[in-house]
């Protein structure tokens, strides 16, 4: 495993007047089968020696079924930003009262459920890959976006899960499985 030297951005949200410290990089942790794949439990997680994490809920992806109690569980110790792909928004607040401080929707989602979601939270990842429902995202007041390439629009956020040299002030996103990127 790469040490990474943990480096802060503060990046201030357009709709709220908070700031947020965010990693120049974050570990990936993939949910499987119900479990945290490769560790025992969440306390088994602390030896990252971080305190955000970006968490990959493959059951979600596949099969729909949010790993819930494992969000609520890693949320105790860390700050985590999960990527389910809600659908509906249920499951997106479910996510949000489970633990996560952001979730990354999909850009399949159709422009009124895009909307809907926008308006239950500001705090949502966007895949970046539709340009014109990412465009809408935009316009709407969505600003953090998931992506393997560099972006063109206004962002406050870029996790980047892309191969190659990080694009200046994106968040790399450490050990991302190439079996999910293929997938999304």
Known sequence: MRNYEEYYLIIAH?????AYKVKLSLHCIVLKGK??????????LL?????????IDYDSLVTGYLN????????????IVVMNFPERGEDLMDSFVSGASRVVISDELPFDRIRSFLEISEDLVMKYGDTDKCRFFSRNGGDM???SREIDLQYSVVYYYGAGNVPENYVR???FP???????
């Open 68 to 79: 819930l109690k494992l969000y609520t569980e890693i949320s105790k110790f860390f700050e």
């Open 145 to 147: 976006y998931l992506s």
């Open 35 to 44: 479990r945290i794949a490769g560790y025992k439990n969440a306390r088994d």
């Open 173 to 175: 996103l450490v050990d």
């Open 14 to 18: 357009f709709n709220k007047r908070l």
């Open 178 to 184: 190439e079996t999910v990127s293929g997938m999304i």
């Open 47 to 55: 030896a990252l020696d971080t305190d955000q994490l970006f968490i």
